[in-house]
């Protein structure tokens, strides 16, 4: 079974594609032209993202995520990626400066829509810390400033393999995969 991942971001495909390959399911990057939307809710822009997209011969899916960080009202939330590009991760750390509670959630959902229309969207979180210097040098965006509960090392600091069993991307990914082969 193959699947298009709406995105270019080629760490994201490299990450969901190891979730699915056990499942026998092909990820196929795709250039389809993804509205950027803005709102409060990640899952309601993964939705309306994969709504724009025509069906086609195979499920299309579109992944949203965002770091939430407790002691900043769920900043920078749906705005991760643009808060990444413009204050980078030292910015954030600024703003964590004398913060004692530096709980987080990383959260990501995967929305698809089948050949036939339907439109489901899967949820995965994962809970953790906000450290207080960036380490490792694998992974991308926040991975260097997030630590998963259970966990001593942060995203960066864990391989591919390794980040996918803490991942929140990981978690949407797998019942994603269970729902396409009818698991659930």
């Known amino acids: 079974m193959k699947l298009y991942l709406a995105t270019q971001n080629k760490h994201k495909i490299d990450e969901i594609a190891m979730i699915l390959a056990p499942y026998s399911i092909q990820v196929i990057a795709a250039p389809f032209k993804k509205l950027e ?3 409060k809710n990640i899952e309601e822009i993964a939705l309306k993202a994969v709504e724009s997209i025509e069906p086609q011969d195979a499920p299309v ?23 990444y590009e413009t204050i980078g991760i030292k910015g954030v750390l600024k703003l964590m400066q004398g913060v004692a509670d530096r709980s987080a959630t990383f959260i990501s959902v995967i929305a698809v829509k089948t050949p036939q229309g339907e439109i489901k969207a899967f949820k995965g979180e994962t809970k953790g ?3 207080l210097q960036p380490r490792g040098k694998h992974g991308f965006g926040f991975d260097p400033i997030f630590q998963p ?3 001593n090392k942060t995203f960066a600091e864990m391989s591919i393999e390794e980040k996918n ?3 929140h991307r990981g978690k949407a990914a797998k019942m994603l995969a269970w729902w396409l082969r009818g698991i659930i």
């Open 37 to 39: 939307l803005q709102s």
């Open 61 to 83: 899916a579109v992944e949203d995520s965002g770091l939430f960080i407790d002691e900043l009202n769920g900043f920078p939330g749906p705005y991760s990626s643009y808060v």
């Open 129 to 131: 810390t906000v450290t």
């Open 149 to 151: 509960l259970g966990s």
């Open 165 to 167: 069993i803490y991942s």
